[in-house]
């Protein structure tokens, strides 16, 4: 009895890790770039508690870590001249924080007092020459879909898009931002497309995620009246032999 009330635990456990990454889903619906996420079941194998006659394994839920979904999202018309949305899987913006390279979606960029491109935290943007710093009185700068920069008629850089061949190198970094954890480094997305004045949505459903919430309470409740019940068999159990003894 107790391995089921140890098994259950376990599910418990991961239901609400679970309960917390589809909760951030839905708070994320509508920020920039967004990539929903999900956990990744695992189990693990254990021994019976106290069984020393035979020694059958149980498995135990485990929380094996969070997926993200790194699919393409529709674009949205902003009209705003900084901002840029990116039209191809798995790319990203490259951006320079103090702990080295960080790579985003979120292409809402500004101006700083520099006239450097920047994020809305004030993070460089990477171009194929270094960072991108610009005359404000010489105009709008403008960006084709290769990502070629101009302003006033003059090539001024190349706004890059790269790509990594194993997105789980990724890891969240805070502020919409991914980290790479490897030695893996990224290549040139040359068949991705930027297009200005737009930006990427999120692909969350929100619909399947607040679905997936009443399954995730429902699961629970199941589990929880699971290891009830079976805390009830034991303890009928115990007086049972404390009335034979």
């Known amino acids: 009895m107790e391995n ?32 929903v996420e999900q956990m ?32 393409q999202a529709a674009l949205k018309q902003t009209g705003r001249d900084l901002d840029f949305g990116i039209e191809g899987e798995g790319t990203f913006f ?16 500004t101006m700083d007092a520099e006239g450097r491109l920047t994020t809305q935290d004030g993070l460089p943007v990477q171009t194929d020459a270094g ?19 101009t302003q006033d008629g003059e090539i001024v850089g190349r706004l890059g898009v790269v790509r ?7 890891e969240k970094g805070g502020d919409n931002l991914y980290r790479n954890i490897s030695n893996l480094q990224p290549i040139e997305a040359a068949d991705a497309r930027v297009r200005q004045g737009m930006l990427e949505g999120s692909n969350v459903n929100t619909l399947i995620e607040i679905t997936n919430l009443v399954e995730i309470n429902r699961a629970y409740e199941s589990v929880t009246r699971m290891i009830e019940n079976t805390n009830d068999l034991s303890r009928r159990a115990v007086e049972r032999l404390g009335k034979v003894s």
């Open 4 to 35: 089921a009330a140890y098994i259950g635990l376990s599910r418990q456990m991961t239901l609400r890790r679970e309960l917390d990454i589809v909760a951030n889903n839905i708070a994320n619906s509508d920020t920039t770039g967004f990539k």
């Open 40 to 71: 990744l079941v695992g189990t693990e194998i254990g021994q019976r508690a106290r069984n020393h006659a035979v020694r059958p394994s149980a498995s135990f839920v485990l929380d094996k870590g969070v997926g993200r979904d790194f699919g």
């Open 94 to 109: 490259t951006v320079t924080t103090a702990n080295g390279p960080a790579y985003t979606r979120d292409g809402s960029f």
């Open 131 to 149: 960072e991108l710093i610009v005359n404000p009185e010489l105009g709008p700068i403008t960006v084709a879909q290769d990502g070629t920069i």
């Open 164 to 170: 990594f061949g194993d997105l789980s190198v990724l």
